[in-house]
Structures are given as C-alpha cells and as structure tokens.
C-alpha cells in the first residue's frame, strides 16, 4: 500500500527548469521501483523516465534524454524529476508510479499512482 503525492509544477518560460518531487507514504519506497509519466491534453500518456529501487538502473525517453534526470532519495521516501531546458510541448500533467517490477514502471502498469502535478511552459 503506497499513496504518492506530486509537487513542483508550476508555470515556466521555455528554457527553464523545474523540480517535480514525488513523495510517498504509506510504505517506504526503497522496495519499489518509480517513474515519470505525463499525458498532454488530447495526447497519450507518455513515458517520461523510471529508476530502479536502487537507483542504479535509469531510463528516459527518447525525446528527453538530455534535459532530464530522475533521482530518489529513499531516506526521505520521495522521487525526484528534474526537468531542463522545457519547451511549451513539455507541457503536460505529470504522474509519478511505483511497482515492484521495473518492466510495470516503465510500460505504465504500475499498481501505483500519484494524482499529477501540472506543468505549463510558456513562450
């Protein structure tokens, strides 16, 4: 049983950077794996990044390696996205999962949802 909860959305001007933070209660994540999904309105949720439990595996999607990174801090039960160089199409509401299998994260099958922080990017 894990209740997530995002924070860290905002508006931004293209070309700036946010800090998208995913904390969770309920249980500890260090037995969990967790990643970023984010859906636009209109679009398919889209795959963002995931981490394993230990956060030695890593992985990011196509279009945003390079203006991203997904971390965690175990310690404090929270899940991070930092988020580079936004472009207005990076807007989206973003979700953070957490599953026991690596693949559910990464495929968006999590068992595990937050209810999504909104990030606008304007020009």
């Known amino acids: 049983q894990v209740q997530l909860v995002e924070s860290g959305g905002g508006l931004v001007q293209a070309g700036g950077s946010l800090r998208l933070s995913c904390a969770a209660s309920g249980r500890t994540i260090n037995s969990y794996h967790m990643s970023w999904f984010r859906q636009a309105p209109g679009k398919e949720r889209q795959f963002v990044a995931a981490i394993s439990w230990t956060g030695v595996t890593k992985r990011f999607a196509d279009s945003l390696t390079g203006r991203v990174t997904i971390s965690r801090d175990n310690a404090k039960n929270t899940l991070y996205l930092q988020l580079n160089s936004l472009k207005p199409e990076d807007t989206a509401v973003y979700y953070c999962?957490?599953?026991?299998?690596?693949?559910?994260?990464?495929?968006?099958?999590?068992?595990?949802w937050g209810q999504g922080t909104q990030v606008t990017v304007t020009l």
């Open positions: 999962a957490a599953d026991r299998d690596y693949d559910a994260v990464v495929g968006g099958r999590a068992w595990y």
